[in-house]
């Protein structure tokens, strides 16, 4: 009897880890094919970024940027985007509003960032079509802002400068960049809350909505570049965190093109031009006084818009 139980007991120590080693490989074999999938993608990139050239570090362009008669879908069978055309000046502020899911806002950053390109029609930024710049200069002039920016484990100047950059970074460069980090931060009205964690260098632990988006937008303001896109965070913020969320948003726009995909009164209320998106056209722009009282889809987006503003504050 002892040794059945004894036996029973080394079957179980032999199958219980050969279950954990086909699962393991069961994980790396999904990890493997988006592996796959992503170097695919990298790889098209890479190719396109040869057919234009090296990367040129002394290109600066401006700001403005113009999207011309663009049509785009994900598919052959659905555009997302038709027929699309607006202009916005160099140092113009931007917000693009449309019904969530509908409208193509997210498309178009797509496009912009250059994740796709138009079937149709071109993009230009300071002129040029994006389409003959190196995909890395491209990037180098637009920053980009998510609805939820992530937060790396680490300082907040981990999280503004990037830990790969700081890695490689000598003693004067490093104070260098914490300055500038510090600077941004400010910008950004992250440091009231960064010094109730001990500063720009030590471990930031839990933030709130508000704070993520507010050190988000202190990174992307690191990389000035003169065109900077806001996905507006649709989650719920504090009255509190809300006010320092726009100033910092206010900040941000000095001396650069702010597009901002717009869920927020206060932000269609100061934007110089509006423009308002519906089943992936445009159907609408001008200032937010000028849609209210000549617009018909914008006053009930802004119906929409004042709802959730009222929702969100409570």
Known sequence: ???????????????????????????????????????????????????????????????????????????????????LSFSIPAGATAAIVGRSGSAGKSTLVRLLMRFYDPSRGSISLGGRDIRKLNIGDLRRHIAVVHQDSPVVPGSALTNIVYPSILRDMGDDERERALSRATECASQANCLEFLSD????????????????????????????????????????????????????????????????????????????????????????????SELMASGTLYPALYTELDGNNHSHSE
């Open 197 to 288: 964690r001990g500063g720009m260098e030590e471990t930031l632990g839990q933030l709130s909505g508000g704070q993520r988006q507010r050190l988000a937008i202190a990174r992307a303001l690191y990389r000035d570049a003169p065109v900077l896109i806001l996905d507006e965070s649709t989650s719920s913020l504090d009255t509190e965190n809300q006010a320092q969320v726009q100033a910092a948003v206010e900040k941000a726009s000095l001396g650069r093109t702010l597009i901002i995909i717009a869920h927020r009164l206060s932000t269609v209320r100061g934007a110089d031009l509006v423009l308002v998106m519906d089943q992936g056209t445009l159907v609408e722009s001008g200032t937010h």
């Open 1 to 83: 009897m002892g040794q059945v139980t004894a036996l029973q007991s080394l079957v179980r120590q032999t199958t219980t880890p050969l279950g954990s080693l086909v699962s393991a490989i069961a994980g790396l074999s999904a990890a493997a094919t988006v592996s796959v999938r992503c170097a695919e993608r990298l790889g098209a990139h890479t190719e396109r970024d040869v057919e234009q050239g090296s990367p040129d570090p002394s290109l600066s362009l401006s700001g403005s940027l113009d999207v011309d008669r663009v049509h785009f879908g994900y598919n052959k069978d659905t555009l997302v985007l038709k027929d």
